[in-house]
T-cell receptor, first 115, second 113 residues
Framework: DAGVIQSPRHEVTEMGQEVTLRCKPISGHNSLFWYRQTMMRGLELLIY????????DSGMPEDRFSAKMPNASFSTLKIQPSEPRDSAVYFC?????????????FGPGTRLTVL | GNSVTQMEGPVTLSEEAFLTINCTYTATGYPSLFWYVQYPGEGLQLLLKATKADDKGSNKGFEATYRKETTSFHLEKGSVQVSDSAVYFCALTPNTGFQKLVFGTGTRLLVSP
């Protein structure tokens, strides 16, 4: 199994630019999670999907953030416009069932730097 | 609400030393408990888990026992290696409704030769 795939691994952009992060979950998994990790705030759940449907987006910090899951094998997290305080590592994770034991499989992350 | 509290890091040890990383939790009902590990430059990966009281999770020489009476899930290893240097996260799922993972803040372990 290829594991959760994220792209790009690193992104450097300027304030005000649009940023799109991509995630491919493990095949057969039907729940997908987006997290943000910073030194100050630790690991935060931004949004999760079950069967491609957003279930809880209460962790999305602002309207500048949006996430989509058009099909079972692809999700995007978009920031428009980006700000320096958005600099963080963004992780995508997936699991087979939202209610199954809680084990989630994490991707390697995208390190975002907004100048 | 549900929460996880971990000891502050970093924890600095010499190779072959005994490791304990404390974790306590607050949750309603009977949560499942987890330890995740994050190696430098990587995502989190599950290290071990326990789903009911008195269960012991173990993997790669690490162990943790689900103690409901003390609401704790401390991580232990008898002899650490340099390769164990990483950040360790304690986490729970509430086992009611959606199984959202609630993470602690993480504890960095540094093992020197």
């Amino acid at each position: 199994d290829a594991g959760v795939i994220q792209s790009p691994r690193h992104e450097v952009t300027e304030m005000g630019q649009e940023v799109t992060l991509r995630c491919k979950p493990i095949s057969g998994h039907n729940s997908l999670f987006w997290y943000r990790q910073t030194m100050m705030r630790g690991l935060e759940l931004l949004i999760y999907f079950n069967n491609n449907v957003p279930i809880d987006d209460s962790g999305m910090p602002e309207d500048r953030f949006s996430a989509k899951m058009p099909n079972a094998s692809f999700s995007t997290l978009k920031i428009q416009p980006s700000e320096p305080r958005d600099s963080a590592v963004y992780f995508c994770a997936s699991n087979r069932l939202a209610g199954e034991s809680g084990e989630q499989f994490f991707g390697p992350g995208t390190r975002l730097t907004v100048l | 609400g549900n929460s996880v509290t971990q000891m502050e890091g970093p924890v600095t040890l010499s190779e072959e030393a005994f490791l304990t990383i404390n974790c306590t939790y607050t949750a309603t009902g009977y949560p499942s408990l987890f330890w995740y590990v994050q190696y430098p430059g990587e995502g989190l990966q599950l290290l071990l888990k326990a789903t009911k009281a008195d269960d012991k999770g173990s993997n790669k020489g690490f162990e943790a026992t689900y103690r409901k009476e003390t609401t704790s899930f401390h991580l232990e290893k008898g002899s650490v290696q340099v390769s164990d240097s990483a950040v360790y996260f304690c986490a729970l799922t509430p086992n009611t409704g959606f199984q959202k993972l609630v993470f602690g803040t993480g504890t960095r372990l540094l093992v020197s030769p």
